[in-house]
């Protein structure tokens, strides 16, 4: 089994390192396949890995002191991400699936999300299994009538339906984005229906498990939003697929899992999830929110990767307000801002100081656009993969949220069952951040992707997908396009004619012949394209990189996104 996971660890990482460490450099050229889209870290194997426990305090004591210290002597420049394929892109694995970002998916599909049932019947029974009476989301498992297991879960008293709504729609963007997620869906139910299991426990204060009583039952529902007519408004999750192995870190990889063979703070969708939790104001992405769980399939299994317990989206509130308006802004312990503030005796102005409760007040607090910056968006404490990421890594999450039109919002808030005005806050509110997002990552790096080849005559087109162009970020009619070319890997340069706007929001040109390119002899094409927005300074280049087949054959190997104007070196 060594040697076997030695062999995939060494192909895989030379197979994606190798396609990423271009970017900028000289050439490397890329082989002439076609683009890995599946990770096969999904193999199966026997021996069951065995459960992780996560301390909370010894993490967040890890990652606030310790690891920033061990970084700071340590020599461990963050590089690139390993897991990324010859178009600048992530392929499907275990821990994260393509969907709206390639394929596409439509309003409804992005609003069932995960869910491919429905809601329990709310007309019971559901037999509790177990509860949590104290803490801030007090809940109770549940088996309901349809023989499923579900985690039930309450709004609490302070922040009106914030939690429970949280609780549906950030998985679903979660889900579309390409993430494993639980299905998750709001319910209103009367007591009634409720049944305590006789062998049901509950927690005491001191953390003891004790049986449980209708007394327990009260204390969990008296921190729940009720309806003037009795009802009970809650979320409920079930269960996910697979045995649970307690959460996945975000650094390291795990030593009983033998497709485990890439430093999770080196995976893309672990870095690139920054840029996500900052549009949704997901703060609270520790390890301790994610599960591992064994999948059996045939004798064996493999092991997937969700996030958990969303619920601290879109504007959680902390107490005192001093510490609540700082959360987004920086991490609970900020010792560079403390530092800071110490020095300059507090009189550096920072970005939540003026920071107040929008026109829903408590409900989504300071969840707002005003105050937002996509680049100084700060976790709870230090996330392992979040500091490592690289303008690439964000670019490309901005890619995935630029798909994400107002239909699907609304689609997806739509099953929060939130009041009308708390809806249409809610989302102007991610409209106006996604803004933000895209108009900073989308301007910088080249906002080209998703290259193809169409035939024109006797020659072929080369197009592109200009992603600012599609999402508004730059007004189609003074965008321009600026074209380079070289040949063979000598990178001699070829004339090729400037793109051109097609369709609205791609841009194509005509691609160059290769002098002596024939199927025997494939030659190497490099195609530097760079996007212009009059009054504005030009994005870096796409560099597309092609072998010509002779006649109007060309293939696409690859993409970069360099982070200068340099043309590529021989």
């Not at 649970?244 to 969708?269: F, S």
């Not at 939130?418 to 806050?425: D, I, V």
Request: glycine share 8%; aromatic share 10%.
């Amino acid at each position: 089994m060594a040697s076997e996971r030695a062999y995939r660890r060494a192909t895989l990482a030379a197979a994606l390192t190798l396609l990423t460490a271009c970017g900028g450099g000289s050439l490397r050229p890329f082989p002439l396949t076609d683009p890995l889209w599946r990770d096969p870290d999904q193999r199966t194997f026997e021996q069951e890995p065995e459960e992780y426990y996560s301390p909370f305090v010894w993490d967040a004591t890890n990652q606030t002191v310790f690891r920033p210290i061990s970084r700071f002597f340590a020599v461990d420049p963050a590089g690139e991400a390993v897991n990324v394929n010859a178009l600048d892109e992530v392929p499907d694995s275990s821990w994260f699936v393509n969907r709206i970002g390639r394929h596409g998916l439509s309003p409804a599909e992005a609003a069932d999300g995960p869910c491919n049932i429905k809601a329990p019947d709310v007309l019971g029974p559901w037999i509790i299994k177990a509860a949590k009476p104290n803490g801030f989301n007090p809940g109770f498992f549940m088996k309901a009538s349809d023989g499923r297991r579900y985690l039930t879960k309450f709004d609490g008293v302070t922040e009106g339906p914030r939690p429970t709504a949280a609780d549906i729609i950030a998985p679903r963007l979660a889900h579309a984005a390409g993430y494993f997620v639980p299905c998750n869906h709001v319910v209103h139910f009367d007591r009634s229906i409720l049944r305590i299991d006789p062998k049901a426990k509950s927690e005491s204060k001191g953390g003891d498990k004790v049986a449980m009583t209708e007394k327990d039952l009260d204390q969990v529902l008296s921190k729940a939003i009720r309806l003037p007519d009795g009802r009970y408004r809650a979320s409920v999750s079930l269960f996910i697929e697979g045995k649970p192995l307690g959460p996945w870190k975000y650094e390291g990889r795990r030593a009983d899992d033998p497709n485990d063979v890439i430093d999770h703070q080196d995976r893309r969708e672990l870095r690139g999830l920054e840029v996500f939790a900052a549009w949704l104001g997901w703060t609270d992405t520790r390890e301790q929110n994610t599960m591992g769980t064994f999948v059996k399939q045939g004798a064996g299994g493999y092991v997937r990767h969700y996030l958990l317990d969303v619920g601290n989206c879109f504007g959680s509130l902390w107490e005192p307000p001093m510490l609540g308006r700082r959360i987004g802004h920086s991490y609970y312990l900020d010792i560079p801002y403390i530092t800071e503030d110490l020095v300059t005796f507090g009189t550096i102005k920072r970005p939540w100081d003026d920071s107040r409760f929008g026109p829903t007040g408590r409900t989504f607090g300071y969840y707002d656009v005003e105050h937002f910056d996509p680049e100084v968006f700060r976790s709870g404490y230090p996330n392992p993969a979040f500091v490592r990421k690289s303008e690439r890594d964000s670019a490309w999450m901005a890619r995935i949220i630029a798909r994400f039109g107002q239909e699907h919002l609304r689609s997806v808030l739509k099953r929060a069952e939130l009041a009308p005005e708390l809806e249409a806050r809610l989302l102007s509110v991610l409209i106006g951040r996604r803004k933000k997002l895209l108009e900073r990552y989308l301007t910088r790096l080249s906002p080209l992707a998703w290259p193809e080849l169409l035939p024109a005559g006797p020659s072929s087109h080369l197009c592109l997908e200009d992603v600012a162009v599609t999402t508004g970020v730059a007004p189609l009619a003074s965008r321009s396009y600026a074209t380079q070319a070289w040949a063979t890997t000598k990178l001699e340069p070829v004339p090729v004619v400037a793109g051109r706007a097609e369709r609205g929001h791609f841009v194509c040109l005509s691609l160059p012949k290769v002098a002596g390119a024939n199927p025997r002899s494939p030659r190497y094409l490099v195609v530097d394209v760079v996007a212009k927005t009059e009054g504005k300074a030009a994005t870096l280049p796409a560099r597309v990189h092609l072998y010509h087949l002779g006649g109007r054959d060309y293939r696409v190997v690859g993409l970069e996104r360099p982070y200068t104007d340099s043309p590529p070196r021989g």
